[in-house]
């Protein structure tokens, strides 16, 4: 079975550029996360999608990142423009059943690494 | 206080030693505990989830205490190839994101 894929898998930016990654989770997953890993710690949130619905965003910085994932499959997430803080590993993650009480597993794409210099 | 707060590390151990990881988690809500593993420059992947009652899969063993909102991790006679950085997570409930820990990272040494 494929797993979640991402691209680029490297980008190298300058600050105040603009920068977009792709996502395409694991076919038949409703549920689709971008999360952000700064060097030295674990991952975090950014965004969750339900289909092509927003479930969390509470943690995206709606000044200058931006998600959709218009036809519920692919993901684009952006950022415009970017600043040195943004300095990360962007991982995008998918899951099965959305709104279920029970866990279902997330599987994480190999990410994107942004170097914003 | 973070949500979820694991040993700093970095552990470096030899071959052939028990190393045991720690963790704590502040939201009593909390309802699903895993350990993932993330090897250098790679994606998170589950290692493997933790119940009350305690698991082990062959050299690792998960523990949770619920009372305590306590999560450990122990892996028996280190391989070279454990080295990695064990993430602790938690989950609150269903499909919501996961939080997780800062990771501690592990060395096995020959």
């Known amino acids: 079975e494929a797993g979640v894929a991402q691209s680029p898998r490297y980008k190298i930016i300058e600050k105040r550029q603009s920068v977009a990654f792709w996502c395409n989770p694991i076919?038949?997953?409703?549920?689709l996360y971008w999360y952000q890993q700064i060097l030295g710690q674990g991952p975090k949130l950014l965004i969750q999608?339900?289909?092509?619905?927003?479930?969390?965003d509470s943690q995206l910085p709606k000044d200058r990142f931006s998600a959709e994932r218009l036809k519920g499959v692919d993901s684009t997430l952006k950022i415009q423009p970017a600043k040195l803080e943004d300095s990360a590993v962007y991982l995008c993650?998918?899951?099965?059943?959305?709104?279920?009480?029970?866990?279902?597993?997330?599987?994480f794409g190999p990410g994107t690494r942004l170097t914003v210099l | 206080r973070k949500e979820v707060e694991q040993d700093p590390g970095p552990f470096n151990v030899p071959e052939g030693a028990t190393v045991a990881f720690n963790c704590t988690y502040s939201?009593?809500?909390?309802?699903?505990f895993f350990w993932y593993r993330q090897d250098c420059r790679k994606e998170p992947k589950l290692l493997m989830s933790?119940?009350?009652s305690g698991n082990e899969d062959g050299r690792f063993t998960a523990q949770l205490n619920r009372a305590s909102q306590y999560i450990s991790l122990l892996i028996r006679d280190s391989k070279l190839s454990d080295s990695a950085t064990y993430l602790c997570?938690?989950?609150?409930?269903?499909?919501?994101?996961?939080?997780f820990g800062k990771g501690t990272r592990l060395s096995v040494i020959a």
């Open positions: 993650a998918s899951s099965l059943v959305s709104g279920s009480v029970s866990y279902n597993e997330q599987f």
């Open positions: 076919s038949g997953h409703a549920t």
């Open positions: 999608f339900q289909n092509n619905g927003v479930v969390d």
């Open positions: 939201n009593s809500a909390s309802q699903s």
């Open positions: 933790v119940y009350s």
């Open positions: 997570v938690v989950n609150r409930v269903g499909n919501t994101p996961l939080v």
